[in-house]
């Protein structure tokens, strides 16, 4: 039997026999019942455990991926085939509502039909199969892609961006561009000496500079030697891996609910931006001064960690009168999961940052910039591929024709309320409920709680995530609808009662 | 009119009206003059000139790409659609065979037929479509495609592989795991102190190690900031961005004919092979041991350096004799361009190191390593890409079934041979032919008549690169067959006739 039903603008068939949920809308095609197996559904109806996950399957997969690499962290194997739109399904079969998306980094859920399409066209087969090196033989359309879609939702004030394979090439080369303006700066101009260019090929100053970038306690901008060097969020990510010898200032750490302690957290936002300022001041009287500073707008990997716009807006004016550029990494808030298309929207600023890092949820990685930090000298051999772009162009299309932020603002808000109601609820495990559209957080009273939570909503069909030392974060696809929040709110009451 | 004649096993077609040839072999299926466009054409038969490189559409296109991101390194803009096996097509309609193949990048030359019919499988669009956290999340055929693929052309010794984003993050994380080897030994145990776990959160030791990588000069690894600091070929590559001090040994200057210097090249390598042991006490002793040793088979960006097995054999033993890692950095050499699937395996050694890392040609990125070097704790979102596996997959079949390492060695012999002819035809412009495989070079006399002959060739239909201060690299794919070595041979004659 199919149901027919309508939410606001959206056309609701339902199938039980057939367990799955179309919903009808721009840009998602409806697929009656008698569609055949390969064709794509939207989504599903709920989840739909058949075992207790890891399930066998997965437990033996495990094992056979354990004689070729390390499984430590490896959750459960999926059939992305089988996969729709919130619903990652398993290899076991079990169906399980996503609000993780792989780190946080699957646009619009599973097998959009929209994405799924791209790949009927013939040029974008040949995008797919020959990846250019992009720095030297872009193809001909590349200008115009990019155009379509990273330019069109480019950061207030920036025109430029370069393309990147992955988060952490994006934050490194981010990182070099700094450094290469500021020396650019302190020369005068763009030539390196004869002794720049010497000294450079072993290692050695003035050619390799003393500069630093300042970040943040809690913060995590990636892996990479130079990412690292700026992460502070787990020692785990850390240990054992030489570093440079970089300042850190203290991130804020506010109290909740924010009305009650407006006082106490804008006196700690302004402890973090003294501090702030002087680790600027010390390390340019140690002769290695900052030459920018990175910053998440909310720290993700961290705990979820806030500041206020004021907080933000004081923070690049702190960069702009000690000449450090301003780097603002949207690797994780970026692509639409805080209600706007980059979580710095919210401070209202024309002019936010010099440079602006993503991945995850744009599929391509990069960093759009300031004309003044013209990345001179970024370069490599992919430089980014171009039929992540390809992918990107539709997911735009998608969260601007079905209003995808408005969307998330909505199914955001009906979260963090279910959020409140649990946490006064469940007080003895539930704290500091916190967010920005969908992307929010809450807090468990230990690690193992979380845990266990974490555990057993997955085996109620649920997927979620941990970040920092004891919170959940909620990172559901653009897709995630206000009927996906209470469907989510009431398994999570369930295993919440079984806590009590 | 089409002709037909045979090569050895291939039987080939050509047709001068529609300027293209195609290979009958296993793998390679021939289309007829009347295939519709879309359908894929093996190869061309030869090159064909319209404009100038750049030409006006190429010109055209620079400028506009000029207002979005730097353009200092575009050559010109391409027509990936209309590029075929060994020729690269730009956006003029210029045809050119392609010696330099996107830095090395593209196994099977162009639109190879046997790619693009990857994408009519259904399971394969969700592949590309739903990019996961491999690390947490893999699909389900994920171990069985990593035995088809990579572990299918394991390097001798190497059981376990982890996949990356590009070559860069390869080797970052290769490092990585070197360092946490080395602390685990150190320490004699798996488990990382209370003080090493609070000392690294703040960037301090012990818990960031002084440890270290030794490189060479002339070396290149990559851009990110660890690579960077191994990394020795060109300054503008390393100037401006703050580095490690790190250890860096020479790497052999071999003189040319090789029969004729054995003697000295001995001498050289001998003296090479001192210094890198000396560094490594002399690290020590400094209290910044050396963890391990970072080297390319041939050193490739610096120059196509070579050296002899013997060195590497010795230089393997240096490593173990002293406790560091070993590393092999195969991303320019690897995936069948010298001859053999790996460089190292002209070494012939059962056990040539502990890390060989890759990219390029594998289409993904990653590293091979032995179970000693567990790379606990190595971790990011993607961790790879397994729609690039995919086509890995099938770029193996296709050099399996069509003997590609066997061609690349015939055609290899031919292109060297034919080097040899020309430098002793041009004494005054060319020296020191070299090269394994079809991973050939030339030296010119200096820096603005190579860039001047690599400027003319691609006007008369040739794409050719250039590395180290004045020579000419020849990377090109696997495809590469002889008669496309006389083709290129006559062209370059004429080039350096106009020089003489």
Redesign the interface.
């Known amino acids: 039997m199919i149901s027919e039903f309508s939410i606001g603008k959206y056309l609701i068939f339902t199938s039980k026999k057939h367990n799955y949920l179309c919903v009808f809308c721009a840009g998602c095609r409806y697929v009656s019942k008698a569609a055949p197996k390969?064709q794509v559904e939207c989504d599903y109806d709920g989840p739909a455990m058949k075992t207790q996950v890891p399930g066998p399957?997965s437990q033996e997969?495990t094992k056979?991926?354990g004689?070729?690499?390390?499984v430590?962290?490896?959750?459960?194997?999926?059939?992305?085939?089988e996969?729709r739109g919130n619903y990652?399904v398993d290899?076991d079969g079990n169906r399980m509502l996503d609000l993780y998306t792989?780190?946080s980094?699957?646009p619009l859920g599973?097998?959009?039909p929209a994405?799924?399409k791209l790949?009927a066209h013939?040029?974008n087969?040949?995008?797919?199969?020959?990846?250019?090196?992009l720095?030297?033989?872009?193809?001909?359309n590349?200008?115009e892609k990019?155009?379509e879609s990273l330019?069109s939702v480019a950061p207030s004030g920036m025109?430029?961006?370069?393309t990147m394979?992955?988060?952490?090439?994006s934050n490194?080369?981010a990182?070099?561009a700094m450094?290469?303006w500021y020396?650019?700066k302190e020369r005068g101009h763009n030539t390196?000496s004869a002794e720049?260019?010497?000294s450079?090929?072993?290692?050695?100053g003035p050619?390799?500079?003393?500069?630093?970038i300042l970040s943040f306690?809690g913060g995590f901008h990636?892996?990479?030697?130079?990412c690292l060097?700026t992460t502070?969020s787990k020692?785990?990510?850390?240990?054992?891996?030489?570093?440079?010898?970089?300042p850190?200032a203290p991130f804020p750490k506010l109290k909740y609910p924010l009305e009650e302690f407006a006082r106490e957290n804008a006196q700690e936002e302004a402890r973090c931006l003294e501090e702030a300022e002087d680790q600027i001041v010390k390390w340019r009287h140690k002769g290695k001064p900052v030459a920018g500073i990175v910053i998440e707008p909310i720290q993700a990997e961290g705990g979820d960690n806030h500041a206020s716009p004021e907080f933000f807006k004081s923070l690049r004016n702190i960069a702009r009168k000690h000449g450090c550029a301003f780097h603002v990494d949207e690797v994780q808030t970026g692509g639409g999961c805080t209600g706007k298309f980059w979580a710095h929207e919210h401070w209202g600023m024309d002019d936010p940052g010099d440079i602006v890092s993503f991945?995850?949820k744009l599929?391509t990685g990069g960093f759009y910039h300031k004309n003044e930090l013209?990345?001179?000298?970024?370069?490599?051999?992919?430089m980014g591929d171009p039929?992540k772009n390809l992918?990107l162009t539709e997911v735009l299309n998608v969260i601007r024709t079905e209003n995808l932020l408005e969307e998330v603002t909505r199914s955001g808000k009906a979260l963090l309320n279910g959020l409140y109601e649990l946490q006064t609820q469940y007080p003895g495990i539930l704290s500091r409920a916190r967010g920005q559209g969908t992307f929010c957080a809450i807090d468990v009273c230990d690690d193992a709680t979380r845990t266990s939570i974490i555990l057993k909503a997955r085996n109620k069909g649920v997927v979620l995530g941990g970040c920092g030392d004891r919170s959940i974060r909620f990172r559901p696809a653009l897709v995630f609808k206000e009927y996906h929040v209470h469907l989510f709110l009431n398994i999570f009451n369930d295993v919440l009662a079984q806590h009590k």
């Open positions: 390969t399957r997969l056979q991926l004689e070729i690499q390390n430590g962290a490896v959750n459960f194997f999926c059939n992305y085939n996969s990652l290899v792989q780190i980094s699957i599973y097998n959009h994405l799924i790949m013939p040029d087969l040949s995008t797919i199969v020959n990846r250019p090196a720095g030297i033989l872009p193809p001909g590349f200008p990019l155009m330019l025109t430029r961006v370069q394979a992955c988060g952490s090439c490194e080369n990182y070099k450094f290469i020396r650019n390196p720049d260019l010497s450079c090929m072993v290692n050695q050619g390799c500079p003393d500069l630093s306690m990636g892996r990479t030697l130079g060097a502070h020692a785990i990510h850390k240990v054992d891996v030489p570093s440079l010898d970089w850190i991945s995850k599929l013209q990345p001179y000298r970024i370069f490599n051999t992919w039929s992918f």
